[in-house]
């Protein structure tokens, strides 16, 4: 009979190979429209989403959580270090129930602190008024420590160049509220006013040597004192919005090489990734640790038609926004991880997760980068989609270069705002994670 078998011809058995992979795969519909769902952004491109059947558990999988502390979005204000250690302790002991095995929380929300710190106050989101922390306790070496003996990583989430959100204040006022301490009120003239909103955001001048300087000392501090499992960036860079002229007269003192305006900015961004790199990674050298570099950048680095390297998407580019020349740190190897923010649906028009995760795989591709998605448990779930987020999930299944994901954020997992949500949140706990033991922390290292 074997004998027999060797003699088929292959094109016999393709239809048996092709029931048996089916079997395990299928094509991903529209839940609005009941049609195959489109793969990409692309006109013309006819292929559909295909995703696996079932879950299943890579090695060493990576699953985070963003714990937001900006505006106390996420983890709220305490009034007491009991109180704080109590908040604290609820919000890992959730994470680690679900089957997460990491948390990334936010350390330095505008400009300040979540730790004692010689060179930044601590945060106004720790009691209400910038400054005033605990420092009767170590609250980073205690948010580290807590981590580890639930089993999860901790990632020290940095906004590098946040001062704040969205303010009506003119700037000079707005930094008069700051502690005497705080960068950006001893040096105004490394602030930036930027329009945002009916208001105005303020951010610390990404060209302006001063800033870079305070930016790596401030993880040098971190990394010699704690041993967080990484340090952790947002996609926080320049403004999305745009800054105007507010940078001109940065840009005519400190651009030597005489850059274009949109080179010199997307330089002083990869100066900073590139200093922070060496300063990590030297320091782990000196101390024998084994601290990662991570960023969480916007989704899109170029779309197809701005380079022949870009994504099969139609929608806006961090290399042309935010200045983030997100391929080029994967590419140096300046980075250990990135988490590129996927935060839109299948069937987004011109940003379809599909097409988006297959491009960020093919990108890191062998270079050593460790690849996790970054998925928004905030996105608008109605019942019609319950399955959305499960899918994500089991599509970056489908790619050995996804290690893991991560989900924006806490509190959307944790307290849903609606039943759609909180389904779509169980079909990702329940039927994936809950079906199989959590990775352990510290293997992606």
Known sequence: MKKFLNFI???????????????????????????????????????????????????????????????????????????????????????RRAGFNAVIFQIRPTCDAFYNSKINPFSRTIRGEEGHGYPQMDMLRYMIDEAHRAGLEFHAWLNPYRVTGITNLPKTAYLKTLSPINFARKNPDAVLAAPFRNGQTLLLDPGNPLVRRHLVDTVAEIISRYNPDAIHFDDYFYPYDGIGNADSVSYRKYNPARLSLDDWRRNNVNMLVKEVSDTIRRNNLQQGKKIRFGISPFGIWLNKDSSPYGSLTRGNESYKTSYADTRLWIMKNWIDYIVPQIYWPFSQPKAPYAALVDWWADTVGRTGVKLYIGIGAHLPFTASNPDELKNQILYNCRRPEVAGAAFYSYNKLFRPDSNARRNAVNKVIGDCWKKTLPPASGSSR
């Open 9 to 95: 011809p292959a094109v016999l058995l393709l239809p048996f190979l092709l029931n048996a992979a089916n079997e395990k795969f299928r094509v991903l519909h529209d839940p609005g429209t009941g049609k195959a769902m489109p793969y990409s952004a692309i006109p013309g491109d006819r292929r559909n989403v295909i995703i696996p059947q079932e879950y299943t558990k890579k090695p060493n999988e990576f699953r985070g959580v963003w714990v937001v502390t900006v505006a106390n979005l996420d983890f709220p204000r305490t009034d007491s270090p009991y109180a704080f250690k109590q908040r604290y302790q609820e919000f890992i002991q959730n994470i």
